[in-house]
């Protein structure tokens, strides 16, 4: 199965943070005009023609850049919570920007895989992996699937360090 892997377009933190929203509330932040405009130039590459579907993560940012992406082709789109963002904050009490700060300091450190010396409870990049393998999985019978997703969870497949908004990038599995 050829995968095609698409990061969404740029998002805009502006109503989010207007509304205070935190957690899983700042994944409802939608595309920026500029990131409107990098999905509607995906929708056009010719490696999307010839797939069968679209799969995407459920946050907003990825949904609409997959909306973008089916008006241009005419792909159906299918949403598959497993292809959502890496979870930085499994205990959902993210409690600001400094948590947050402290917390990607301790992924780097341990290079993304958890373990009994983490002060924090994150999601291990393996397990980014698993979940989107599962997924995937499912669609073996599809020629070629595009996969509208996350720049963490599109880097534990593909080797490039640089996974601009609205990159292409594709696997064989």
Known sequence: MHVVFIRHGEPSYEHVTRKNFVGHGRDLAELSP???????????????????????????????????I????????????????????????????????????EVKHFNG???????????SFSNVRNRAEEVLIKYVACMRIVVVTHKILISQFV??????????????I
């Open 34 to 68: 500029k990131g409107i405009k990098q999905a509607e130039q995906v929708a056009k590459d010719d490696r999307l023609k010839s797939a069968d579907l679209i799969l995407s993560s459920p946050y907003t940012r990825t949904l609409q850049t997959a909306a973008i």
């Open 113 to 123: 895989s958890h373990n009994t010396n983490c002060k924090y409870q994150w999601e």
């Open 70 to 105: 089916s008006k241009s082709t005419g792909l159906n789109i299918k949403v598959e919570t497993d292809l959502h963002e890496w979870l930085p904050d499994l205990t959902y009490q993210n409690s600001g920007f400094e948590h947050f700060i402290e917390l990607i300091k």
């Open 159 to 172: 080797t490039q360090d640089k996974i601009p908004y609205c990159g292409i990038f594709e696997i064989e």
